[in-house]
């Protein structure tokens, strides 16, 4: 168990619609990332977040917004789904900042499957 | 621009034995670091391993260990005694200094171990 939980496991939805996707992460970890993984693209960083403020922006829709609140927990917003959004949604969080050689590891909750029907 | 390849779609071990997978890296960053993560058929996604591009020692965890040939840009993760519970998606990713948290992963490595 890594520590960090994700909410729902699993998620089926209807194209057109918004869903939230919830995590919590590890205890005194202060950053979150969000991941999409798909078969046809793998496993891409979507949006990082730490202490409340966002800090980078990979390859996230602009239709997928997400927010760090206060007790650190971390929500992803996807609206107007389309059936290529069906993916494996994944949250992690570290400690700190880190660049390069810093160790910073990122852990992985179960992530939150989401199909899109 | 920054590269994860793992060559290796899929490869089987037989149970005991020790098995190498493949990642090599593209950056023009001096100051990296190396994960491999593992994912089994449940899903998640689990740390194993990690390297920073300064060390000067092969990265130990346990039953793992990471050949790190700077030189080469290579990272290959080595599993010796292979067990049942090592059949997953292995997963190599790097960081680099200049895109700071920002972690790319490979297409991963499908391992099977075979009884």
């Known amino acids: 168990d890594s520590g960090v939980t994700q909410t729902p496991k699993h998620l089926i939805t209807a194209t057109g619609q918004r869903v939230t996707l919830r995590c919590s992460p590890r205890?005194?970890?202060?950053?979150v990332y969000w991941y999409q993984q798909s078969l046809d693209q793998g496993l891409q960083f979507l949006i990082h977040?730490?202490?409340?403020?966002?800090?980078a922006k990979g390859n996230i829709l602009e239709r997928f917004s997400a927010q760090q609140f206060p007790d650190l927990h971390s929500e992803l917003n996807l609206s107007s789904l389309e059936l290529g959004d069906s993916a494996l949604y994944f949250c992690?969080?570290?400690?700190?900042?880190?660049?390069?050689?810093?160790?910073?590891?990122?852990?992985f909750g179960a992530g939150t499957r989401l199909s899109v029907l | 621009a920054q590269k994860i390849t793992q060559t290796q779609p899929g490869m089987f071990v037989q149970e005991k034995e020790a098995v190498t997978l493949d990642c090599t890296y593209d950056?023009?960053?001096?100051?990296?670091?190396l994960f491999w993560y593992k994912q089994p058929s449940s899903g998640e996604m689990i740390f194993l391993i990690y390297?920073?591009?300064?060390?000067?020692q092969n990265a130990t965890e346990g039953r793992y260990s990471l050949n790190f040939q700077k030189a080469r840009k290579s990272a290959n993760l080595v599993i010796s005694a292979s067990q049942l519970g090592d059949s997953a998606m292995y997963f190599c990713?790097?960081?680099?200094?200049?895109?700071?948290?920002?972690?790319?992963f490979g297409p991963g490595t499908s391992l099977s171990v075979i009884p």
């Open positions: 992690a969080s570290s400690f700190g900042l880190a660049g390069g050689v810093d160790k910073n590891i990122q852990y």
């Open positions: 205890s005194g970890d202060l950053s």
């Open positions: 977040y730490y202490n409340g403020e966002e800090r």
């Open positions: 950056t023009s960053d001096q100051s990296y670091g």
């Open positions: 390297q920073g591009s300064y060390d000067e």
């Open positions: 990713a790097m960081r680099q200094k200049t895109s700071y948290d920002k972690v790319i």
